[in-house]
């Protein structure tokens, strides 16, 4: 069992930068891919990013690529998405979630297939105004 807490979420203007964390406890982080997902209102939920257990491997939406950076820190139990150049479109609930197979998450994304990662967040709310 893993349990995830995400953190940093808050209003910023458009153009503006955010850092969301997502701190681990229960099992061993290091077991666990991580990613961030998020939902917009009445939207689905949808892929953001991912990192593999030991960092080496990323992963992002075409629509964040080159403007948000996932990280995490294993000494911490913690994964972070660094956001910048925020839209709006980027207001929605962002979710950190755990995953035990990184290709699962990916090649899901790849094929446009659904994935349900092992283990979620409650969800930290980030609002962008124009």
């Known amino acids: 069992q893993v349990q995830l807490v995400e953190s940093g979420g808050g209003l910023v203007q458009a153009g503006g930068s955010l850092r969301l964390s997502c701190a681990a406890s229960?099992?061993?982080?290091?077991?666990?891919?991580m990613a961030w997902f998020r939902q917009a209102p009445g939207k689905e939920r949808e892929f953001v990013a991912a990192?593999?257990?030991?960092?080496?491997?990323?992963y992002y939406a075409d629509s964040v690529k080159g403007r948000f950076t996932i990280s995490r820190e294993n000494a911490k139990n913690t994964v972070y998405l660094q956001m910048s150049s925020l839209i709006p479109e980027d207001t929605a609930v962002y979710y950190c979630?755990?995953?035990?197979?990184?290709?699962?998450?990916?090649?899901?994304?790849?094929?446009?297939?659904?994935?349900?990662?092992?283990?979620w967040g409650q969800g930290t709310q980030v609002t962008v105004s124009s």
């Open positions: 979630a755990a995953d035990l197979n990184y290709a699962r998450i990916t090649t899901a994304q790849t094929m446009g297939i659904p994935h349900e990662p092992d283990y």
């Open positions: 990192i593999s257990w030991g960092g080496g491997s990323t």
């Open positions: 229960g099992d061993t982080f290091t077991n666990y891919a």
